[in-house]
């Protein structure tokens, strides 16, 4: 009975563009950046790639704005889209529907490496939000809790004074992302959601994509990678995010 229902959540997974041979990694392995960065990508942009023998077309998107250090390995660093910035769309699917993700990029240490598209594996899409025209690095700050010390980035709030933090996380005050939170809340059935859950809120790399433009495009712009300013006061703000 278990593997009737586990079917179409695997099944919902792959639609989603999340599933590859890749191994997921858990963010919570991962290390928060010394120093958090910020790429801005003025425009959006749009990997396209085919695969199978159908030569089926995928066409996977990173929408505009700023895109965050948010966790380091000892290879490379993760730069985090805007919410729900990474979505996927198969154009010649009849039927097909663009799915939104949270997610980003990853920029290898090495030059000679390419940089690939990394989504949050979750059982439903989360919200898109673009970020207005003209927002920027320069509007993103970051916030470290003084007892846990974990860090908040996001959005610097426009009203309430300097030093909000427009939060990015799922729920105020949770480390959940919104593919985790998503991921929890759409499973029925104590046994089905413990068992798919174990691969949920972990980071995908997909390998899909090898659009060589876009992958070198953001490795050409990982160059201009600025630094974020802290922001003080934020950790106490009403509008500071949640610890990712």
Known sequence: MYKKLLFPLAASAMLGGCAN?????????????????CIQL???????????????????????????????????????????????????????????????FYIPNDPQKMPY???????????????????????????????????????????????GVAGRAAVKHSSLSYGQAAAGGAIAGALVAYLVNQDMGKISPVTLVKDKAVL????????????????QGAATSPAAAAPQ
């Open 21 to 37: 041979n890749a191994p997921l990694i858990a963010p919570d392995q991962l290390a928060t950046p010394a120093n958090i960065t």
């Open 117 to 163: 598209i990394y989504m949050y594996t979750s059982m439903d899409g989360v919200p898109h939000e673009a970020p207005a025209a003209g927002v920027g690095c320069a509007d993103v700050g970051y916030a470290k809790d003084p007892v846990t010390k974990k860090i908040s980035v996001g959005l610097m709030a426009a009203v309430g004074g300097a030093g």
């Open 42 to 104: 003025p425009e959006a942009m749009t990997a396209v790639d085919e695969a199978g023998i159908l030569k089926l077309v995928t066409e996977t998107r990173l929408e505009r704005g700023p895109y965050v250090s948010e966790k380091v390995d000892a290879d490379g660093t993760y730069y985090r889209a805007p919410q729900g910035g990474i979505s996927m769309f198969q154009p010649g699917n009849p039927g097909a529907k663009r799915g939104y993700n949270d997610g980003g």
């Open 216 to 231: 070198g495009k953001l490795r050409e712009m990982s160059l201009q990678a600025v630094p974020v300013a802290p922001q």
